[in-house]
């Protein structure tokens, strides 16, 4: 999670440069735009993913990258005119995040083992381990009858 909390940062600081749009919700009285709440359903803005990662809230990347495309998604059909600058910011923010996040989403995914695999490595320890016991039983049997014949 720490390439996670890089990206973040990396996000909140360029957010800075174009008038922190995506730093804190959205305040549709303040705003003046009472339809948010009604077409925005899941709200998400960049500081409520720094404080749910500081929480530890968030523990996958894909969670984190759904919240971060959360912001952007949301940002884009609440100002679907093309020609706005938040339309525009959010499409640029999009596009780079996409971008960073794939090589971190890539290496998580190889990391991860499938349920048939860990399945799998589950089988094969037990089978190990049942033939260490029968070898174990059949070396003290062996053992017992060398001792008897004596």
Known sequence: MLKCDEILKAFRDKDKLV????AEPVD????????YPQIITN?????TIQAKMDAEEISTVDEFAQLMR???ENALKFNADRTSPVHQSAKNFLS?????IADVER???????????IRDAKRKEKEAEEEAAE????AQTELSKSLDDS
């Open 19 to 22: 008038g922190s749009i995506f």
């Open 28 to 35: 549709p009285i303040a705003l003046g735009i009472p339809t």
């Open 43 to 47: 709200p998400m803005d960049l500081g």
């Open 70 to 72: 959360l912001v952007f």
């Open 96 to 100: 780079m995040f996409n971008s960073k």
């Open 107 to 117: 290496v998580d995914k190889a990391r991860k083992l499938t349920k048939e695999e």
């Open 135 to 138: 070898e174990v039983d059949a």
